[in-house]
C-alpha cells in the first residue's frame, strides 16, 4: 500500500543552519507530494507541493523536489529561523482520486536555537 | 479566509464516558475528515464523509463513530471513551471542484485526555 517515511526527529539546528529533512515514499501510481506543517499549538498548513516528477515546490524558503527515481521529496531550506520551530509533515495524494484523502508521514519536530 | 473550528481545545474525560467532538468548516466543503495525532505516528485517518448523511470508515474507525446531519458540521463519537483513545484530534475539510492537490484545511485541533 502507499505510505510515507520521515528521518526520526527531533532536529535541532542553530539560527542560520542548512536544514534538511528526508522524506520517502511508496505509492502505486503518480501521486502528488505535499509538505505540511504544525506550529505549536496549530492545526497543519500547507506549506508547499509539487504534483509530479521533477516539479520542485517551494514556499517562505522552503523548497523540495519530487524525485521518482528516489522516491524522494526532502525538504530543505538554506537559512532557518527560530520561528521555523514547528513539526514538519510529508505527506502524498493519489492523483486518481478525487477525495483530498492524504496519506502522512509520522511528523518530524525542528527546533531551532538562537 | 479559510476557517475549521473545533470546539473545544482541551477536554478531559472519565473511561466509558461518550464523547463528542464538534468541527464546523465555513468554505461550503463537501469533504469533511477527522485524523487523530499521536507521537512518532504522525495522522492517521479515523473516519471520512464526503457528503451530509455520508461517511466512510479510514484506517482506524474502530471504537468511533461520526455523524454528518449539515454539510458545515461534523463531529466524531467516542462510544465509550478508553484511556488508549487519549489524543489529538484534528479536524479537516477539502472542498468539491478543487484539484486533487489542492490543501487540506485544518482545525487547531483538540486535545483529549481519556483518565
Known amino acids: 500500500g502507499n505510505s510515507v517515511t520521515q528521518m526520526e526527529g527531533p532536529v535541532t539546528l542553530s539560527e542560520e543552519a542548512f536544514l534538511t529533512i528526508n522524506c520517502t515514499y511508496t505509492a502505486t501510481g503518480y501521486p502528488s507530494l505535499f509538505w505540511y506543517v504544525q506550529y505549536p499549538g496549530e492545526g497543519l498548513q500547507l506549506l508547499l507541493k509539487?504534483?509530479?516528477?521533477?516539479d520542485k515546490g517551494s514556499n517562505k524558503g522552503f523548497e523540495a523536489t519530487y524525485r521518482k527515481e528516489t522516491t524522494s521529496f526532502h525538504l530543505e531550506k538554506g537559512s532557518v529561523q527560530v520561528s521555523d520551530s514547528a513539526v514538519y509533515f510529508c505527506a502524498l495524494s493519489k492523483g486518481s482520486s478525487n477525495t483530498g484523502k492524504l496519506i502522512f508521514g509520522q511528523g518530524t519536530t525542528l527546533q531551532v536555537k538562537p | 479566509d479559510v476557517k475549521v473550528t473545533q470546539s473545544s481545545r482541551y477536554l478531559v474525560k472519565r473511561t466509558g464516558e461518550k464523547v463528542f467532538l464538534e468541527c464546523v468548516q465555513d468554505?461550503?466543503?463537501?469533504?469533511m475528515f477527522w485524523y487523530r495525532q499521536d507521537p512518532g505516528l504522525g495522522l492517521r485517518l479515523i473516519y471520512f464523509?464526503?457528503?451530509?448523511?455520508?461517511?466512510e470508515k479510514g484506517d482506524i474507525p474502530e471504537g468511533y463513530s461520526v455523524s454528518r446531519e449539515k454539510k458545515e458540521r461534523f463531529s466524531l463519537i467516542l462510544e465509550s471513551a478508553s484511556t488508549n483513545q487519549t489524543s489529538m484530534y484534528l479536524c479537516a475539510s477539502w472542498g468539491e471542484g478543487a484539484s486533487y492537490n489542492s490543501p487540506l484545511h485544518f482545525g487547531n485541533g483538540t486535545r483529549l485526555t481519556v483518565t
Open positions: 509539487a504534483t509530479k516528477a521533477d
Open positions: 464523509s464526503y457528503d451530509v448523511k455520508m461517511k
Open positions: 468554505m461550503d466543503h463537501e469533504n
